[in-house]
């Protein structure tokens, strides 16, 4: 795929649209005209807010619509619930916390720091409690990660169902977090040479616990409590949550109060009940902690038309993998009959959401969109028939198959599954 024209229009082509005024709103012709061009505006005469209005900011109004949403029919109660990072209305790569998607199994809690205690026992020399002051004096790291949860695309192994990226594929998000290495809190208990697993426990009223590979712990999980160079929000576990690098987003425990180590792992609810596969023939895969590689066309897409009718589209998406960095994005705009390769544009970090683009001369006529993820240990990201023949289809967890989106002559965009 060498050829000039998948790396979408030529700069000559794109002014050239731009002159006709076909593509582009405000064409060069109507300029003398525009009333915004030509008269005195009330923002030109009138003295804006002085600094101290919002201490705090948020985005302006006009943005009002770029926020958290959830499915009502989807859980009978919003105590425990989730709901859908706006992904289709975001771009570059980190998610603001304001609208990170959130999943509560006993609503989100308010623990104050004062109050905040971080206990480490089970096979240790020394049982330990932390204060958060204490976990404030431990070196930190920074680093950039997303946080899938395993049940994102869950209601699409069937056939498509929801009509947007922000709820197909809007369980996710991406922050820069700053926290303590594990590694360095269970080297100050002490871990006992029979340790092999560890044991995290939340502090909130479902009580929610994982058993983690003592392995994973040292190697790069965090607790963490800065994200996006603030105080965690409330709702992502403020004042310190376990960061488990590229692993479902269920083993991310909020709110964290514990960490036991134990010589085997403890078969807790959310690691058997819930957040197992049930395959074809009825038994249920277990330990399945990585998310595989993954990618989202997230503009246009069915909340994210196209309005400015055909000429030069910005075609751009998220991808990502829990096993590193995403070494090549495809995006089709005939269903995978050709297949051309994305711009990366943006950090590739491990772990972490890449953002992808890829410019094209819409022509007006339909199209049906999908990309495709590589990350860099080679593994291709599946389309659904592909993921439902070795899975069966009694999923939830874990689909990280291809999207696919119908974009109509008229730029309205659809939820469809062509496998
Ligand atoms: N203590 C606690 N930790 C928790 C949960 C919870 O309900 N309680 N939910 C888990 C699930 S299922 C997910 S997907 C993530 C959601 O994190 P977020 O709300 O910051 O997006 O937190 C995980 N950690
Ligand atoms: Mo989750």
Same mark, same amino acid.
């Given at each position: 795929?060498?050829?000039?024209?998948?790396? $979408?229009p030529s700069r000559r082509g794109f002014l050239g649209a731009m002159a006709a005024g076909g593509a582009l709103a405000a064409g060069g012709a109507r300029a003398a005209s525009d009333p915004l061009i030509t008269e005195v505006q009330p923002w030109n005469q009138l003295l804006g807010e002085g600094v101290d209005e919002t201490p705090y900011g948020l985005p302006i109004r006009f943005e009002s619509d770029v926020v958290r949403r959830d499915v009502p029919w989807l859980t009978a109660d919003p105590i425990s619930s989730v709901n859908f990072t706006p992904i289709h209305a975001?771009? $570059?790569?980190?998610?603001?916390?304001?609208?990170?998607?959130?999943?509560?199994?006993a609503g989100a809690i308010e623990l104050a720091k004062p109050d905040y205690r971080l206990m480490i026992n089970g096979l240790v020399d020394r049982?330990?409690?932390?204060?958060?002051?204490?976990l404030e004096r431990f070196p930190r790291e920074t680093h950039v990660y997303f946080m899938e949860c395993a049940a994102n695309s869950g209601m699409?192994?069937?056939?498509?169902?929801l009509n947007g990226c922000q709820f197909t594929q809007g369980m996710i998000h991406n922050m820069e977090y700053v926290g303590v290495p594990v590694r360095l809190l269970l080297e100050e208990a002490g871990v006992k040479p029979e340790g092999k697993w560890v044991l995290a426990e939340g502090a909130d009223a479902a009580g929610m616990t994982r058993s983690i590979p003592l392995e994973k712990m040292l190697d790069d999980c965090l607790v963490a409590f800065k994200a996006n160079?603030?105080?965690?929000?409330?709702e992502h576990g403020y004042p310190a949550r376990l960061v488990v690098p590229g692993w479902e987003g269920n083993m991310w425990v909020k709110w964290l109060r514990r960490l036991e180590v134990g010589d085997e792992p403890w078969e807790q609810r959310e690691e058997t009940s819930k957040y197992t596969d049930v395959m074809a023939d009825g038994s249920a895969r277990k330990w399945t902690w990585v998310m595989d590689a993954k990618s989202v066309i997230t503009s246009p897409s069915p909340q994210a038309p196209i309005t400015h009718g055909k000429g030069p589209l910005v075609i751009t998406g998220l991808a990502w993998s829990g096993r590193g960095t995403i070494r090549r994005v495809d995006v089709t705009t005939d269903g995978g009959i050709t297949w051309h390769e994305a711009r990366l544009s943006g950090p590739s970090f491990s772990k972490a959401l890449h953002r992808f683009h890829f410019d094209v001369d819409w022509d007006g006529s339909e199209m049906i969109l999908q990309s495709r993820a590589i990350d860099d240990t080679g593994y291709v990201q599946p389309t659904k028939d592909q993921l439902r023949a070795f899975r069966g289809e009694n999923s939830i967890y874990h689909n990280n198959g291809i999207q696919t989106w119908l974009v109509m002559p008229d730029g309205r965009v659809e939820n469809v599954e062509i496998s």
């Open positions: 795929m060498s050829d000039d024209s998948d790396k $979408g975001l771009e $570059g790569t980190i998610t603001p916390q304001g609208c990170a998607f959130e999943r509560h199994h049982q330990m409690v932390f204060t958060y002051a204490d699409e192994w069937a056939g498509a169902q160079g603030e105080a965690l929000r409330k």
